[in-house]
């Protein structure tokens, strides 16, 4: 939270105690902070959307705000401020919108000064967020991109992460590599429904939304991850036997939890990068260093956690799951190939079917070039329309 001293009685060799100028509500948290002469910039994420605010002192040394009328349902991020001018320059950019760079300031509307051309008709699509409701009564936000004029239900896939305190705020859909990329763009283009799920463990309301699902209380985040399904299927957006997720990296750990736990609620399951056998995570490139997040398996009270969820041991034979898509990189030097490898074998092993792309290059980003990136894309495309039977 950022706090103020009285400067002045500083020098003057007086005590100066901190003052609070601003505290994050409930809704909130503050990621980023910058100053000019006379203008604190502020810059929260709430209820997952970056918003601005312009905070000056007034004589009587309380703080007074406003907030600065920046496009809703965006990612913001504070680049720099003008000293004397009181000026700020922010970057800002939506589902449907690309990167856009504003200069404001208090007595000013927003100016756009540059922009990343369009890279598609965003008129034809709506962007809104919505709320599920957990297990635990938790509420997780989401975000829904569909054609408008869309009624009835259609098939619909789901993107999620959950972890390392890293928010998945609104990103432009051909610009998106960490979270579905172009496949985003595709899958609504052709009047499915794209979903961005803001999961407990990540950071979209602070360091307690990613307390809240470290080590012991992982589960939180898969129970997040299937109310947003269920609550889609609440909503008339899509209905059971058309509902695919994707996850990448920590992300697959969400996914074949996901996947284990609720075989009856997925029929499309896209695991990039994935974490898989948790048993022997810390033993293989990167993973000795997020124990901190998970737990350490070489432990028997924290593997007696970790072990509840584990998607590769927890595939029981006999259960019909539904048929995974796993793609990795040879080369990755974080999360070893040997995860999406052994789980396609396991599944394969009990009689179950998968997909399954493993890329040279690429390391952990997979895939070498944007040409990579578009043929994976146009590979899962095919994966989904498959599996979920859309058009």
């Not at 009685?9 to 609070?20: D, H, R, T, V, Y």
């Not at 703080?63 to 913001?76: C, D, E, R």
């Not at 036997?241 to 736990?261: C, D, K, P, Y």
Request: no cysteine; glycine share 10%; net charge neutral.
């Amino acid at each position: 939270m950022p706090v103020a001293w009285d400067l002045a009685k500083i020098e003057a060799g007086q005590e100066a105690a901190p003052s609070l100028v601003m505290a994050p509500s409930a809704r909130q948290a503050i990621e980023e902070v910058s100053a000019s002469d006379g203008v604190l910039w502020v810059k929260v994420l709430e209820d997952v959307s970056g918003r601005l605010y312009a905070l000056r002192p007034g004589p009587d040394g309380r703080w007074t705000q406003s907030v600065v009328a920046l496009p809703a349902n965006s990612t913001v991020h504070l680049l720099a401020t003008g000293g004397k001018r009181d000026i700020a320059f922010v970057t800002v950019e939506g589902m449907l919108t690309p990167p856009t760079l504003y200069a404001v300031a208090p007595a000013m509307k927003p100016q756009v000064v540059q922009s990343l051309p369009a890279r598609f008709d965003a008129s034809q699509f709506s962007v809104e967020q919505r709320f599920a409701t957990s297990s635990d009564g938790t509420r997780v936000p989401y975000f829904l991109v569909r054609r408008k004029g869309t009624s009835g239900p259609v098939p619909a896939f789901i993107h999620a992460y959950g972890g390392f305190r890293a928010a998945q705020t609104p990103g432009y859909l051909t610009e998106q590599p960490y979270r579905a990329g172009p496949l985003a763009l595709f899958w609504a283009e052709e009047g499915n429904a794209y979903v961005l799920a803001n999961i407990r463990g990540g950071g979209e309301y602070g360091p307690a939304w990613h307390r809240a699902a470290l080590r012991e209380n992982r589960q939180r985040s898969f129970d997040d991850l299937h109310a947003v399904a269920e609550d889609l299927i609440r909503t008339g957006v899509t209905e059971k036997g058309h509902i695919g997720i994707s996850g990448r990296s920590n992300g697959g750990v969400l996914v074949g939890a996901a996947m284990t736990e609720r075989p009856d609620l997925y029929s499309a399951v896209i695991a990039g990068s994935p974490l898989l056998d948790m048993k022997r995570y810390s033993h293989l490139l990167a993973g000795a260093s997020w124990m901190d997040e998970y737990g350490d398996p070489d432990k028997p009270e924290d593997w007696a956690f970790i072990s509840q969820y584990s998607p590769y041991q927890n595939v029981k034979p006999g259960v019909k799951y539904p048929a995974p898509f796993f793609y990795s990189s040879t080369k990755d030097d974080r999360v070893h190939p040997g995860h999406a490898r052994k789980m396609a074998a396991r599944l394969g092993e009990y009689g179950n079917r998968f997909y399954f792309h493993e890329y040279l290059e690429g390391g952990h980003s997979v895939g070498a070039d944007h040409g990579e990136d578009a043929k994976r894309a146009a590979l899962l495309m095919e994966y989904l329309k498959r599996e979920l039977g859309a058009k």
